[in-house]
């Protein structure tokens, strides 16, 4: 297992991820994987008011649009109800996209519990549940996810069915920790973003983004209370991939 890496903060984590995003190569398939990502949308994935209306607000709130593509979102919706859940925990909120696709998934007496750093993110997010009707369902608490998770755990928050990591990925491994900790067998833990264009296997990166992801993955790869898989995907969003674990014990 890797060491895992130091704690960041999120100004710390935005300013890399920044950096390291300016110019992606475009790889010369990625016309075909929007296309057929749209062909998929359009088909199984309908147009929504409330789902439009979040990317829209976020985009003119300048969020980066860093949101799940619609057949991801309805992928994790999927998940949750074949799942049976009826609490979700949710780390990176953004404004509020993933949410509303797992929220949705979920009972009227159920609940959701979404983590966001950045208050104007959270604001917006708020802004789009209640939007969607979704504001007895699902809450979005401020605060870097790693000062709010021991508050939620004090709380006796959880067990959650479902947790879905998607925040600064140089703290997945210390998210995975809180997600183990706000789980109970049976639960399931997905983590988006573990390929960034096939850079996760590089042992020697110097990414902190890479290094937290492959801490993840090593965690989960000894962990005695993880049953573990993880796909490589492409599409509107690139070259990317998620990982998912089921909470054997
Ligand atoms: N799940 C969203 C996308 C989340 S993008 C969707 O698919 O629609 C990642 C989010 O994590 C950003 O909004 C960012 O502000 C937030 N984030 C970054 N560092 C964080 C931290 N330390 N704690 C909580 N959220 C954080
Ligand atoms: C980034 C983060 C995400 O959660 C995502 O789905 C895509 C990109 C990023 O930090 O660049
Ligand atoms: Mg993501």
């Known amino acids: ?25 475009q790889d010369p398939a990625q016309d075909r994987w929007t296309e057929v990502d749209r062909y998929f949308t359009d088909h ?36 949750a109800r074949i799942q049976g859940a009826r609490t979700v925990l949710e780390i990176g ?14 009972p009227s007496d159920g609940r ?10 959270a ?6 549940l209640a939007r969607a009707g979704l504001g007895s369902v699902a809450e979005v608490r401020t605060g870097a996810a790693l000062d709010t998770l021991p508050l939620l755990a004090a709380e006796g928050a959880g067990p959650f069915d479902l947790v879905f990591i998607d925040a600064d990925k140089p703290n997945n491994p210390h998210y995975l ?13 997905i983590g988006d973003n573990v390929v960034r264009d096939g850079a996760v296997v590089n ?30 995907t492409v599409g509107s969003k690139g070259y990317d991939g998620f990982v998912l674990a089921r909470v054997v014990a």
């Open 44 to 79: 199984l994935v309908p147009a929504d008011d409330a789902l439009e209306a979040t990317l829209a607000s976020s985009d003119a709130a300048g969020l980066i649009p860093m949101n799940v593509a619609p057949n991801q979102g309805k992928l994790l919706h999927l998940l």
């Open 177 to 189: 920790e809180w997600a183990l900790k706000l789980t109970r067998p049976g639960s399931v833990i």
């Open 93 to 106: 909120t953004l404004g509020g996209y993933s949410t509303i696709w797992l929220a949705r998934a979920l």
């Open 112 to 121: 959701l519990v979404s983590l966001e750093a950045d208050p104007a993110a």
């Open 203 to 232: 042992p020697a990166s110097t990414d902190p983004r890479v290094r937290g992801t492959r801490a993840m993955i090593e965690m989960m790869a000894g962990h005695p209370k993880l049953s573990a898989t993880a796909l490589q």
């Open 1 to 25: 297992m890797e060491s895992m890496p130091e704690i960041q903060h999120p100004a710390q984590a935005q300013d890399q991820a920044q950096v390291q995003d300016q110019d992606p190569a």
């Open 123 to 128: 604001d917006v997010a708020r802004a789009n």
